[in-house]
């Protein structure tokens, strides 16, 4: 996987997706995305699954005297940990909470608060609607039975204005979207990885437009996959 005519191959078939992106653009990131997928390879253990672009951009912006909340843990947890003053991460899934508790302690990063938040088994069978962000609903069929209500609002004993990032790239999307939105500061940003699914924005979007938001999309290769996703930046402007 460490040639260059294996990674313009990939780029090549993955960039139809996502015709807009530069081809020239995507060369940059071949370094990196080898060295990824590369199963031998350590170097990239610390990085979000999310695009090079957007993983960038984060290192840019990222500072010490800076909150973030996360829906969904795993190694942008510890990335945060590393740059910011403080995390807190929410996380569905029992054993990958612990496997990240285990990760931060072993590198001695003691400021994430790490919350494993259980979610409910509904009393009725009705198909929820995923797009709805009051349904508290995902699209992941062993969980489509269940309500994130609990974990979606978990963020609402925070004051609003807390936090500098707000990541969402966890469960129930839509809701953990509109839950975020008064509790990012002026100047903060909402951070929604896997952005291409437009089921995320269908009853959302009308929240992140006008005058108040600011866009911007990355799109292309992800650490230790050989798909392209897109990762969008909404930075609140007041």
């Known amino acids: 996987m460490g040639k260059l005519s294996t990674y313009l191959r990939f780029i090549k078939k993955e960039k139809c997706k996502f015709p807009n992106v530069s081809f020239w653009g995507l060369l940059k990131y071949y370094k ?32 010490g005297d800076m909150q ?17 003053k403080h995390v807190y991460s929410i996380e569905h899934d029992l054993d990958w909470s612990k496997k990240v508790r285990e990760d931060l302690d072993n590198r001695k990063l003691n400021n994430v608060d790490l919350k494993y938040i259980q979610p409910e ?39 609003d204005a807390t936090f500098d990032f707000v990541v969402v790239d966890g ?8 839950a975020s939105l008064a509790k990012i500061k002026i100047g903060g940003y909402l951070v929604v990885d896997n952005s291409e699914r437009d089921y995320y924005f269908t009853k959302t979007l009308s929240l992140l437009t006008g005058d ?22 909404f930075k609140k402007l007041k």
């Open 32 to 63: 990196p995305w080898t060295e990824s997928v590369n199963e031998k390879s350590n170097k990239n253990s610390e990085l979000p699954w999310m695009t090079f672009g957007a993983i960038n951009f984060l290192k840019e912006q990222a500072a």
């Open 121 to 159: 088994k509904r009393t009725e069978s009705i198909q929820k609607d995923v797009s709805d962000p009051y349904q508290y609903s995902t699209d992941d069929q062993q969980w489509k039975d269940y309500s994130f209500e609990k974990y979606v609002r978990t963020i609402e004993s925070f004051p």
């Open 171 to 178: 469960r129930a999307r839509p809701s953990c979207i509109a």
């Open 68 to 84: 973030v909340f996360e829906y969904g843990s795993g190694s942008s947890t510890l990335f945060w940990a590393k740059r910011v």
């Open 212 to 233: 108040k938001w600011w866009r911007k999309d990355f799109c292309g290769p992800v650490p230790g996959l050989r798909h392209f996703h897109q990762t969008s930046f």
